[in-house]
């Protein structure tokens, strides 16, 4: 059974860091991305970042390019997302997903996700 469980959320200052952690468990197939995206109240989810099985190449959105990193441990399959310069607009519940697919920036392209972690940036 595929897992994927979030961590790291909670409550920064606008200026702030935060790190997001996603451990992933059961991925027996072929995994082309791993991949971050947030949903704000109100708000559709968004992309976030991306990064490919191997973690040699990665995706970010326009918002978040230049704060953002995301990584994937090798040894354990974790995926991180590192955050830096917080904004409040990057409050948000975060969710980790997994694909087998191509595009790394399309939600629909993913098949599996965890339950997402509160991300809050105040001003």
């Known amino acids: 059974q595929v897992q994927l469980v979030e961590s790291g959320g909670g409550l920064a200052q606008a200026g702030g860091s935060l790190r997001l952690s996603c451990a992933a468990s059961g991925l027996t197939f072929v995994v082309s991305y791993m991949g971050w995206f947030r949903q704000a109240p109100g708000k559709d989810s968004e992309f976030v970042a991306a990064?490919?099985?191997?973690?040699?190449?990665?995706y970010y959105a326009d918002s978040v390019q230049g704060r953002f990193v995301i990584s994937r441990d090798k040894f354990n399959g974790t995926v991180r997302l590192q955050m830096h310069s917080l904004k409040p607009e990057d409050t948000a519940v975060y969710y980790c997903?997994?694909?087998?697919?191509?595009?790394?920036?399309?939600?629909?392209?993913?098949?599996?996700w965890g339950r997402g972690t509160q991300v809050t940036v105040s001003s």
């Open positions: 997903a997994a694909q087998t697919g191509r595009n790394p920036r399309i939600k629909s392209e993913y098949n599996y």
């Open positions: 990064i490919s099985w191997n973690g040699a190449t990665s």
